[in-house]
């Protein structure tokens, strides 16, 4: 041992680290100002639950690519504590990690390389190996999709918790204090697990690789390191935990597995994608983000890919007994991709990233037969591949720099992808002038995909968006609720084309279909109100609201409308308290601040606090007839306020002649405060002429004009209107006697 440890040379080894550091460095440095792509929408710029360290621990939704990862939570709370949202603090700490995996697979292969057993044979080039096989399996192009796109650390977590497992315990092996390296070992494990569920395997190729390189059997190995391998795979029950968690699903996830996927089905696309990664690994052209979802249509199809596969898992479990070390490498690969390539997944067959550490093994074995056929062809083989990858991945991670970049180069290579081509017209939507793209692209999306549900939705709210072409916008939404009947956006805005068309029952169906499956929706509910009202169903719009405001108690616009709605069937005792709810949610609620400043003068309570609430209203909407006359009201009943009361009805009936009340008002303030009859004459003449039915009205005018021996004519008549109206009007008959009288 003494002699293994003396062929160590640590400077070169951290000369060979520092190259290897500078050269990701190099490759990745234009990657970190990349955007935000795809699932980091939802996971990074949308979602709140990395926000504080504290909520790392909630388990988020089963959608979310950090489900049942608590390392890559932590991860992006970390990140967001040092530089909120900047996209490029994410890319760097990608960098970091990548790095730190790349140095964790160098130490692995340099002491791989020295181990007695092989070191007369790799030693005196183990560092120059290493930094080969750690360079083209950093530079490589496949871990673009790992490193660029930032939500997919979680593969690179993964990947160093990976590396570093492997190195910890094959460092032990040279320590005199091995348990301290075998208990960082664990840890290590134990982390991956928290990371990504592929770090399954873990356990188990490290038990093959003591097994393999070190004990020369299972029973040696575990009897030899008992309390370590108890404690290695005892980290299987953390991960266990965490899938249990989310009821055993990642349905939804890119890459996820789903428990709802077809077995059999989706085993078979897995020889295509297990041969299109092999392919990758040595010519990696073309690179392509998303895949999308596709099935073969039977067993046949698969067969030229399964018989390059299948020759090659054969090939690794022969090779585990009769040449060991070459079955070690090739189980290592195909443990790797055993997740994801047995458990069906619902959104991508073939996912690049998949390979992150699956290209390890591959590599370290093409770098060891090279070697051992030419020693310096093989050095020279790994340099020259480092350099081309690096250019490669240069290259590929302008495609990151924005969402568009990234899928107009999917569509280009995967034109018959419906997501790639509905994700490139989402993208064009936020463009501006480019709907006309995004149309035939989410065109494009339904004809490949007929079921695409979310396809024909955006496909109808850009055509809905052009006055010609609603019929097409109509039939799309009710195709997107065809094939997913819970689609709670889709029913609100079908119902709001129908609404727009006079179709209000139609409308009101889908309305209440939208909020039936989405109880959140607010606008929703609010439309399903209007609706409602429209419909002449008053009772219903208030109980919908009421509905509304159970669901959102904080919601102000729900408060201030159920008020409103209240106030507007007299159910004024009622209405106060949510028109109060409203305000205090929303300080700037002008309707509701108008509104509860009327009911309280209609119920004449709270006077001053009315007044001023109405003065604001006023200062709000100055050309508001209705709250310069309700403001009026207010002064009128504070009993001190005439002539600002006479004030606000005159600007009342200027801003709106035809408001009876208005002239009614102030026609009876001026005459409390000994105005010009005339005006008075004129304003009551107005009222009764704009509002006839009302008797007290035309009560009051007879009264004035009966002063007059010329207008006693018209008085007279006025007074009979208002008998017609009410034969027991108080004074009316009085008033008819002495007009009677007097004509005689």
Request: glycine share 6%; charged share 15%.
């Given at each position: 041992m003494n002699g293994f440890l003396q062929t160590v040379s640590l400077p070169r080894s951290i000369l060979a680290a520092v190259v290897l550091v500078g050269a990701i460095a190099a490759a990745y440095f234009n990657s970190l100002h990349g955007a935000f792509v795809w699932d980091d929408i939802p996971t990074i710029v949308d979602s709140t639950s990395f926000e504080h360290l504290a909520s790392v621990l909630n388990r988020p939704a089963a959608v979310n690519t950090t489900s049942g990862r608590p390392l890559v939570s932590l991860s992006l709370a970390i990140n967001y504590a040092l530089g909120g949202r900047n996209p490029v603090g994410f890319h760097i700490f990608n960098v970091l990690?990548?790095?730190?995996?790349?140095?964790?697979?160098?130490?692995?292969?340099?002491?791989?390389?020295?181990?007695?057993?092989?070191?007369?044979?790799?030693?005196?080039?183990?560092?120059?190996?290493?930094?080969?096989?750690?360079?083209?399996?950093?530079?490589?192009?496949?871990?673009?999709?790992?490193?660029?796109?930032?939500?997919?650390?979680?593969?690179?977590?993964?990947?160093?918790?990976?590396?570093?497992?492997?190195?910890?315990?094959?460092?032990?092996?040279?320590s005199p204090r091995p348990g301290l390296w075998r208990m960082?070992?664990?840890?290590?494990?134990?982390?991956?697990?928290?990371?990504?569920?592929?770090?399954?395997?873990?356990?188990?190729?490290?038990?093959?690789?003591?097994?393999?390189?070190?004990?020369?059997?299972?029973?040696?190995?575990?009897?030899?390191k008992r309390l370590f391998y108890g404690a290695l795979f005892g980290t299987w029950l953390i991960l266990f935990w965490l899938v249990v968690s989310l009821g055993g699903n990642r349905d939804g996830s890119t890459g996820g597995f789903s428990a709802h996927a077809a077995w059999v089905p989706y085993w078979l696309t897995q020889f295509p994608a297990i041969a299109t990664y092999?392919?990758?690994t040595f010519f990696p052209h073309p690179l392509i983000f998303q895949y999308g979802a596709f099935w073969l249509p039977n067993a046949a199809a698969?067969?030229?890919?399964?018989?390059?596969?299948?020759?090659?898992?054969?090939?690794?479990?022969v090779a585990l007994f009769r040449w060991p070390a070459i079955g070690f490498f090739g189980f290592w690969f195909f443990s790797i991709l055993a997740v994801t390539s047995l458990v069906p997944g619902t959104v991508d067959m073939i996912v690049e990233h998949r390979m992150y550490v699956a290209l390890a093994p591959l590599w370290i074995l093409v770098a060891a037969g090279l070697y051992q056929w030419r020693q310096r062809l093989a050095l020279l083989v790994l340099g020259t591949a480092a350099l081309a990858f690096a250019a490669v991945t240069v290259a590929r991670n302008r495609d990151y720099r924005s969402e568009l970049s990234l899928w107009t180069d999917n569509v280009a290579k995967r034109p018959d992808n419906a997501l790639s081509r509905y994700n490139l017209a989402v993208t064009l939507l936020r463009e501006p002038g480019r709907a006309a793209e995004a149309q035939a692209q989410f065109e494009a999306a339904v004809k490949l995909a007929p079921d695409f549900g979310a396809a024909h939705y955006n496909l109808a709210c850009v055509l809905a968006q052009q006055p010609d072409q609603v019929d097409r916008a109509i039939a799309h939404y009710e195709e997107a609720i065809r094939i997913t009947p819970g689609y709670a956006q889709a029913h609100n805005n079908l119902a709001v084309l129908l609404h727009q068309r006079g179709q209000l029952e139609q409308a009101c169906r889908h309305f209440q279909a939208a909020v039936q499956c989405d109880p959140a929706n607010r606008v929703a509910w609010l439309n399903l109100v209007q609706v409602l009202e429209e419909l002449a169903r008053s009772d219903d719009a208030i109980d919908a609201c009421a509905a509304l405001v159970r669901t959102h108690p904080d919601f102000a616009?729900?408060?201030?409308?159920?008020?409103?709605?209240?106030?507007?069937?007299?159910?004024?005792?009622?209405?106060?308290?949510?028109?109060?709810?409203?305000?205090?949610?929303?300080?700037?609620?002008?309707?509701?601040?108008?509104?509860?400043?009327?009911?309280?003068?209609?119920?004449?309570?709270?006077?001053?606090?009315?007044?001023a609430l109405l003065e604001e209203a006023v200062r709000q909407r100055p050309d508001s007839a209705s709250a310069h006359f309700n403001l009026g009201t207010a002064y009128l009943a504070s009993g001190n306020h005439l002539q600002d009361a006479i004030a606000q009805f005159t600007a009342a009936v200027q801003l709106d002649p035809q408001f009876a009340d208005a002239h009614f008002n102030l026609a009876s303030a001026l005459e409390m405060a000994g105005g010009n009859r005339t005006d008075v004459i004129a304003h009551y003449r107005a009222a009764a002429t704009l509002q006839p039915e009302v008797a007290d009205t035309h009560f009051r005018l007879a009264r004035l004009l009966a002063a007059d021996p010329q207008t006693r004519p018209e008085a007279h008549a006025e007074v009979v209107k208002t008998l017609a109206l009410d034969p027991a009007f108080l004074g009316a008959q009085d008033l008819l006697g002495q007009l009677d009288a007097a004509e005689k």
């Open positions: 990690v990548h790095m730190a995996a790349a140095l964790a697979l160098f130490g692995f292969v340099r002491r791989l390389a020295l181990l007695p057993r092989w070191a007369g044979r790799f030693g005196p080039h183990a560092t120059g190996l290493a930094l080969g096989v750690a360079a083209v399996w950093a530079l490589h192009p496949l871990q673009t999709q790992a490193v660029a796109y930032v939500i997919q650390r979680a593969e690179s977590l993964m990947g160093l918790c990976y590396f570093l497992t492997l190195w910890l315990f094959l460092r032990s092996v040279e960082l070992a664990v840890v290590a494990c134990a982390l991956g697990m928290t990371a990504k569920e592929v770090m399954v395997s873990a356990p188990v190729v490290v038990l093959l690789f003591d097994r393999t390189f070190l004990a020369g059997s299972f029973r040696r190995a575990v009897a030899s092999l392919k990758l698969a067969l030229p890919a399964a018989l390059v596969v299948v020759p090659l898992l054969g090939l690794a479990v616009n729900g408060q201030a409308k159920l008020g409103i709605l209240l106030a507007t069937r007299q159910r004024l005792v009622e209405a106060i308290p949510h028109l109060e709810a409203a305000l205090r949610l929303d300080p700037a609620q002008s309707a509701a601040r108008f509104c509860l400043g009327t009911v309280l003068v209609q119920r004449g309570e709270r006077l001053p606090e009315a007044t």
